[in-house]
């Protein structure tokens, strides 16, 4: 289905596709994109970053995100009004190939004064919490779990859900950062992927943390 | 001192709460609002969220009045008396909301604003457009799900690792036309000017991961 969206998508763009005629050994395809499309997955060894700037004087916060591969450094420039404070949020994904390392720097107190500025900052290792889950559902067992960071829209690594017999199955998902809140998607035998809106998965704190879900009614509960 | 607020909120209104300490400020702004009987009153230019039990999110804006009452869950009951309340509340710990002539139990993501007696942004009621008062229900799409606690959990959480931060007492700052600064709204003009542009450039060594990468 994402596939045949995708083909769709690209007949839909600006673009063509051409044989010139005198060469019919070559066929150039010149693809545009009216937008930047949305990163979902990471490559392995490659790193995700967003920076936030947000404060009560601000109608909005600033959002700015850059990728790149592992060993070098992130360089981000925001624009806005000066005056303060403002609160800047980093966060620095990394993806191992297996995992998914995160990486955050927070500060409440910065002021911008007009013109040029420039601010280092330390990433520190987020801690980690596992969920662990049950899912009730109809039909086949499903084929994957996996999470989706809300604030960034990156889709973490699934995993296989493990069918315990009774139409359910379980899961764990390890090494998911504390303090961000995630949705949890479950891909079912047929391909299509369901989301357990209801039950945002968040933790505060390192540790375990259960999911109960039922794929027919997407009725769930986070304990 | 907010600790002392807090348990004085949660003795007078959620006095069967299993967990008064649940109650946490992850961000604020301003003026600590003071509690009396389960009222509590944000200030102008202030506003308070509270993570309560990760469970549940609520947050004040300025000038914004609610009373907390003891709720079915870990999560209160909410009654919006004047202002602006965003609340964040899981299927399994819902947030029961109420203003003059009005209730919503809320799952999911959902913004009252009730200014001058009357409320924009009601279940059911017709929606003034406005940026900030998206109305979002359990049984709304995906997508307006994500956008909305997108732009409400970004500003919060975004990077955070759960660090709790109270930021202190401070208007907005701007300078006026000879350059000196001021306090926005208190210049003898009465003219409020935007500030001047600042172009802030955030570098971020690479942190080398465990493992030696």
Redesign the interface.
């Known amino acids: 289905m994402r596939r045949l969206a995708f083909a769709l998508a690209l007949f839909s763009l600006p673009g063509c596709l051409t044989t010139p005629a005198e060469d019919k050994t070559r066929v150039t395809l010149v693809v545009s994109f009216s937008a930047v499309p949305a990163i979902v997955r990471q490559s392995p060894d490659s790193w995700y970053a967003q920076v936030t700037l947000s404060g009560g004087d601000l109608e909005r916060p600033l959002v700015a995100t850059a990728r790149g591969l592992a060993g070098s450094d992130a360089d981000l420039t925001l624009e806005t009004t000066s005056g303060g404070p403002r609160r800047l949020t980093i966060t620095w994904f990394y993806y191992t190939g297996e995992t998914v390392e995160t990486w955050t720097h927070a500060r409440s107190d910065l002021f911008l004064v007009p013109g040029d500025q420039t601010v280092e900052a330390a990433l520190v290792r987020s801690p980690e919490f596992t969920l662990e889950g049950t899912l009730r559902f109809p039909g086949e067992v499903p084929t994957q779990v996996q999470l989706q960071d809300l604030s960034t829209g990156l889709t973490f690594p699934a995993v296989q859900a493990a069918e315990l017999g009774d139409s359910s199955c379980g899961f764990s998902l390890h090494q998911v950062p504390v303090g961000r809140f995630f949705l949890l998607q479950v891909r079912d035998a047929a391909g299509v992927l369901h989301s357990f809106d209801d039950c945002p998965v968040f933790s505060s704190r390192p540790g375990t943390r259960g999911f109960e879900g039922d794929l027919a009614d997407l009725s769930c509960a986070l304990e | 001192m907010f600790g002392f607020l807090l348990g004085l909120l949660l003795t007078t209104t959620a006095p069967d709460s299993k967990e008064p300490s649940g109650w946490?400020v992850v961000?604020s702004?301003g003026a600590t609002p003071a509690a009396r009987f389960g009222r509590v009153t944000t200030a102008p230019?202030g506003?308070v969220k509270w993570?309560i039990a990760?469970r549940c999110l609520i947050t004040l804006e300025a000038r914004t009045e609610v009373v907390f009452s003891t709720g079915t869950g870990v999560c209160p009951r909410v009654h919006l008396v004047e202002g602006t309340v965003r609340v964040?509340a899981?299927?399994?710990d819902p947030v029961d909301l109420t203003w003059s002539g009005g209730a919503h139990r809320v799952?999911?993501v959902f913004t009252l604003a009730f200014p001058g007696g009357r409320p924009v942004d009601a279940p059911g009621e017709p929606k003034e457009p406005a940026?900030d008062t998206t109305l979002s229900t359990?049984a709304?799409p995906?997508r307006q799900?994500?956008t909305r606690?997108?732009?409400l959990?970004?500003?919060t959480?975004?990077?955070?690792?759960?660090?709790v931060?109270q930021?202190?007492a401070?208007g907005?700052?701007?300078?006026d036309s000879g350059g000196s600064a001021g306090d926005?709204g208190n210049n003898q003009t009465g003219i409020t000017q935007?500030?001047?542009?600042?172009?802030?450039?955030?570098?971020?060594?690479?942190?080398r991961?465990?493992?030696g990468?």
């Open positions: 946490r961000l702004r230019g506003f993570l990760d964040v899981p299927a399994t799952i999911g940026p359990g709304s995906v799900l994500q606690l997108g732009v959990l970004r500003e959480f975004s990077g955070s690792g759960d660090t931060v930021t202190g401070a907005s700052m701007c300078l926005v935007m500030p001047p542009a600042a172009r802030l450039r955030v570098r971020i060594p690479y942190p991961p465990e493992g990468r």
